[in-house]
T-cell receptor, first 116, second 108 residues
Framework: AAGVIQSPRHLIKEKRETATLKCYPI?????VYWYQQGPGQDPQFLIS???????DKGSIPDRFSAQQFSDYHSELNMSSLELGDSALYFC???????????????FGPGTRLTVL | DAKTTQPNSMESNEEEPVHLPCNHS???????IHWYRQLPSQGPEYVIH???SNVNNRMASLAIAEDRKSSTLILHRATLRDAAVYYC?????????FGAGTRLTVKP
C-alpha cells in the first residue's frame, strides 16, 4: 500500500540558510501534520493542514512556514536556520475525523536535517 | 490538553505478555485514548485507540478503566520487533501531542 513520502530524506544546510521539506500524503488523505524530533527527544507537533487550510498550530517557530497545495502535498519552509533546527522532521497524513471519531495518522520516514 | 503519565521504561521477555500502563486522571469526556509506538530510526506508528470500551486489533489490546482515568496497552506475546517507545496520547480529534513515552526493551 502507498505510504507517506517525504523528500529529501537527508538535507545538510549551513546556518542562516533556508530549507524546504516536502510531504506527499497517502492518496485520498486530506489532512497533513508536521512534527520535529530533536536528538533523544520525543516528536513535537508543529502544524497541521486540512483541505489546504491550517487546522492546528503547535510549537512552530516564526521562522518556519508551511502550506498545503491543491494536490494535498505539503511543504515546510524553514528560514534563517539555526544549529538547534537539526532534527528529524516527520510528516503524517490522515483522513479528517468523521462523525466525531478520529482517524489514524500515518507517518512518513522523516527528513533528517543537519544544520552546520 | 489532558496530561498522561507513563513509566519511563519497562522490560519484557520475548514471547511473554506486556502490560504498558498509562494514567490520565484529567481526561475529558471527548478524549480518545491513542497509542502510538516508535521503533528505532522510524517514524511513529499507530497501535490502537479507544474511547470507553476495551479494544482489540491484530497488534494489541487496549484495556480502559471504567472511570477512564487509566488505561493499559497489552501486547499478548512480545517479540524483539516490539522494542520501541510507546506513547499514550489523549485527544478528541486527530491532533497528537507526544509526551514522554515508555521505552520497552524485549529480552530474548
Amino acid at each position: 500500500a502507498a505510504g507517506v513520502i517525504q523528500s529529501p530524506r537527508h538535507l545538510i544546510k549551513e546556518k542562516r540558510e533556508t530549507a524546504t521539506l516536502k510531504c506527499y500524503p497517502i492518496p485520498r488523505h486530506d489532512t497533513v501534520y508536521w512534527y520535529q524530533q530533536g536528538p533523544g527527544q520525543d516528536p513535537q507537533f508543529l502544524i497541521s493542514f486540512y483541505e489546504k487550510m491550517q487546522s492546528d498550530k503547535g510549537s512552530i517557530p516564526d521562522r518556519f512556514s508551511a502550506q498545503q497545495f491543491s494536490d494535498y502535498h505539503s511543504e515546510l519552509n524553514m528560514s534563517s536556520l539555526e544549529l538547534g533546527d537539526s532534527a528529524l522532521y516527520f510528516c503524517a497524513s490522515s483522513l479528517a475525523p468523521s462523525l466525531g471519531r478520529p482517524d489514524t495518522q500515518y507517518f512518513g520516514p522523516g527528513t533528517r536535517l543537519t544544520v552546520l | 490538553d489532558a496530561k498522561t503519565t507513563q513509566p519511563n521504561s519497562m522490560e519484557s521477555n520475548e514471547e511473554e505478555p506486556v502490560h504498558l500502563p498509562c494514567n490520565h486522571s484529567t481526561i475529558s469526556g471527548t478524549d480518545y485514548i491513542h497509542w502510538y509506538r516508535q521503533l528505532p530510526s522510524q517514524g511513529p506508528e499507530y497501535v490502537i485507540h479507544g474511547l470507553t470500551s476495551n479494544v482489540n486489533n491484530r497488534m494489541a489490546s487496549l484495556a480502559i478503566a471504567e472511570d477512564r482515568k487509566s488505561s493499559t496497552l497489552i501486547l499478548h506475546r512480545a517479540t524483539l520487533r516490539d522494542a520501541a517507545v510507546y506513547y499514550c496520547i489523549l485527544t478528541p480529534n486527530n491532533d497528537m501531542r507526544f509526551g514522554a513515552g515508555t521505552r520497552l526493551t524485549v529480552k530474548p
